[in-house]
C-alpha cells in the first residue's frame, strides 16, 4: 500500500487550495486519514481528521477554512483549503491506516510524502 499526497503549490493570501491523498495498492480499507504539516522550524502539527465514518475534527487555527473530505470509491481524501494565510506555509503529509486483502489480512499505518504549500502576503 501507499500514500500519494499532491495538490499543493503556491497561492496568494486569500487564495485557496485542494490537497488529495490517494491510497493505491492492496487496498481493502481505509480507516481514519489525517492531514498533517510542518513549518520550517516548528513542530508537525494536526491539522484535520476524518474517520470511517466521516466524522471530522480540525485544529482550531483551520476549523472554519479547511474542510477534509473522502471519496471511498476512489481511495482517496481530499483537504479544501480556502482564504489561505501566510502562516499556513508548510509541508503537508497525509497518514492513513487500514486493511489490506490477503490470507491473513494486514494492517498498516502509512505517511505519503508530503506536498508544499505556499501562501504569499
Known amino acids: 500500500v501507499q500514500l500519494q499526497a499532491s495538490g499543493g503549490g503556491l497561492v496568494q493570501a486569500g487564495g485557496s487550495l485542494r490537497l488529495s491523498c490517494v491510497a493505491s495498492g492492496n487496498v481493502k480499507s481505509i480507516n481514519a486519514v489525517e492531514w498533517y504539516r510542518q513549518a520550517p522550524g516548528k513542530q508537525r502539527e494536526l491539522v484535520a481528521v476524518?474517520?470511517?465514518?466521516?466524522?471530522?475534527n480540525y485544529h482550531d487555527s483551520v476549523r472554519s477554512r479547511f474542510t477534509i473530505s473522502r471519496d471511498n470509491a476512489k481511495n482517496t481524501v481530499y483537504l479544501q483549503m480556502i482564504r489561505l494565510k501566510p502562516e499556513d506555509t508548510a509541508i503537508y503529509y497525509c497518514?492513513?491506516?487500514?486493511?489490506?486483502?490477503?490470507?491473513?489480512?494486514?494492517?498498516?499505518?502509512?505517511w505519503g510524502q508530503g506536498t508544499q504549500v505556499t501562501v504569499s502576503s
Open positions: 497518514a492513513a491506516e487500514g486493511g489490506t486483502y490477503g490470507d491473513p489480512p494486514q494492517m498498516y499505518r502509512l
Open positions: 476524518i474517520g470511517r465514518d466521516g466524522n471530522t
